[in-house]
């Protein structure tokens, strides 16, 4: 029987309702609190830890850390890093051990004297493990002996260039102290204007200024570099309570000077631009000629070397705690050791 034009309508409407439903995308269940949940959220990234850094020097010796900040290695490696220069010595070792700093890179026979006096610093890392500076007279003193009753200048008394020097003079049959004098300047810059001033007849100082020097008409008496003499030079320092509390920051720290290594060794622009930026230097050739210098130096896997810390205990023949004191005692190794045994340093050279 055919419909009624009525249930022809009735069917037309049930079936427009019925595609309409269909058409309609099905509701979301509803939240505990009756509201539809929106998309997930992104998980936001793991804060960076802030992290204040320091150096002592100018000397481009301390570039694979700069770097490291220049470059973002640090932020990469979790840490929101701040970098200052605080000077050698006292100042420097006070920052360590009063906590205001981190980890420093700062020279190692200061360290040594710091903990050999009972300070809780330690070596957690070494850019390099000998001397890596040079001595300069002034014009008129072209020889070693020259200097005989005269006055060197170095950055610090017990810093790297002191300690170098001395060492340096004492094999030219030059005594410290008795034959020539020590003063402290403050810096390579500082020596530099010291010994134009005339205030030193010598200068004990490193790269980017060496270049400058023998434009100046000073005299190369002793390259230093040359001597390989054995030092925990450019060392990555900080405190043992630091690393009992930090030990992610410290190794954190580590990871990223070790990729300025890298990035020093493969990125010669990004290298001349730290060296420019933090030694002041603007001239084109000396920031070249300091690059090349350094090229290949550096200690890749910053192992601090026990025969070269042991070699500064030596010299200490005034301080009778060096007598008896042991590398292993200056050193906290499980840094380095864990980032060689698990290949992270040869990865990068890949």
Not at 276 to 296: C, K, M, N, W
Not at 313 to 337: G, H, I, N
Request: aromatic residues 6%; charged residues 20%; neutral net charge.
């Amino acid at each position: 029987m055919r419909p009624t034009p009525y249930q022809r309508l009735t069917i037309g409407v049930l079936t427009l309702a019925t595609l309409l439903a269909c058409s309609r995308p099905a509701p979301s269940a509803p939240s505990a609190a009756g509201a539809a949940p929106s998309a997930p959220a992104t998980a936001a990234p793991p804060a960076l830890l802030p992290t204040r850094l320091a150096y002592t020097t100018t000397n481009a010796g301390t570039t694979p850390m700069w770097v490291a900040q220049e470059t973002g290695l640090f932020r990469e490696e979790g840490l929101e890093t701040s970098l200052v220069r605080i000077p050698a010595g006292a100042p420097m070792l006070g920052a360590l051990q009063n906590g205001d700093v981190a980890v420093a890179m700062a020279g190692g026979p200061a360290i040594v004297d710091a903990i050999l006096q009972g300070g809780d610093q330690v070596i957690v890392g070494s850019l390099s493990n000998a001397h890596v500076q040079a001595l300069y007279g002034a014009p008129s003193f072209p020889t070693v002996e020259s200097l005989r009753g005269r006055t060197v200048g170095v950055s610090r008394i017990g810093a790297a260039s002191d300690v170098a020097g001395r060492e340096a003079l004492r094999r030219h049959g030059l005594e410290p102290g008795r034959d020539v004098a020590i003063v402290a300047t403050g810096g390579n810059p500082e020596s530099v204007a010291a010994l134009q001033a005339g205030a030193v007849q010598g200068i004990v100082v490193s790269p980017p200024l060496g270049l400058e020097a023998r434009r100046l008409g000073l005299h190369l008496l002793i390259d230093i570099t040359a001597l390989q003499l054995p030092s925990p030079g450019s060392t990555l320092s900080t405190t043992r309570r630091y690393v009992e509390t930090h030990p992610e920051i410290v190794e954190r720290v580590v990871r990223g000077v070790i990729r300025g290594v890298h990035r020093y060794e493969t990125d010669r622009e990004a290298a001349i631009q730290a060296i420019a930026r933090y030694s002041g230097v603007e001239e084109r050739e000396v920031l070249e000629d300091t690059y090349e210098y350094f090229r290949g130096r550096f200690q890749r896997d910053l192992y601090p070397s026990l025969e070269a810390i042991a070699a500064e205990l030596a010299s200490r023949t005034d301080v009778p705690a060096a007598a008896t004191a042991r590398p292993e005692q200056f050193v906290d190794l499980r840094f380095v050791e864990r980032l060689r045994a698990s290949g992270f340093v040869d990865a990068l050279y890949q």
